[in-house]
């Protein structure tokens, strides 16, 4: 199996910003770690501040990989065309915070992309992600 892993804003300094909300491991040595653990899948990993950018990487990966694990950052509470990407796309995704988003400032509650996504996996800091590879992993 196929799963990329997809980044959206101010996610590429993890382990340096933020740290009692995003912890102090880059997100790059925790990549390392998920390969490591899930042999049995082909991980990929990609990062970009910019929404356009990750509008593209959808479009590119949408039809052919088996799977996406998607943190949109900010995007997740601003962006109807990331909502609409995911929503032209046949991959199916998963929603990953890496935070609580119910438990921080209320224009977090909302996400703008969790209806187009096969489900959302918020406030369990980067475990997060290896829920949602095991989701995916296991999704028939």
């Known amino acids: 199996m196929k799963i990329i892993i997809i ?28 390969k490591v653990k899930f042999t049995n899948l082909e991980l990929e990993y990609y990062q970009s501040n ?14 052919s990989y088996d799977g996406i694990v998607f943190n949109g950052g900010g995007y997740t509470h601003t ?10 796309i046949n991959t ?12 921080r400032e209320e224009f977090r509650h909302l996400s703008l992309i969790t209806k187009e996504c096969a489900g959302m996996i918020t406030g369990f800091g980067l475990m997060g992600y290896d829920m949602a590879l095991y989701y995916l992993s296991t999704k028939s």
């Open 79 to 88: 962006s109807v065309a990331i909502s609409d990407a995911i929503a032209a």
């Open 7 to 34: 980044n959206g804003p101010n996610l590429n300094l993890l382990g340096t910003r933020e740290k009692t909300v995003y912890g102090n491991e880059s997100f790059e040595a925790y990549f390392e770690k998920l």
């Open 50 to 63: 910019v929404e356009g950018e990750l509008i593209n990487m959808l479009h590119e990966v949408g039809f």
């Open 92 to 103: 199916p995704v998963a929603e990953v915070h890496i935070s609580n988003i119910h438990a």
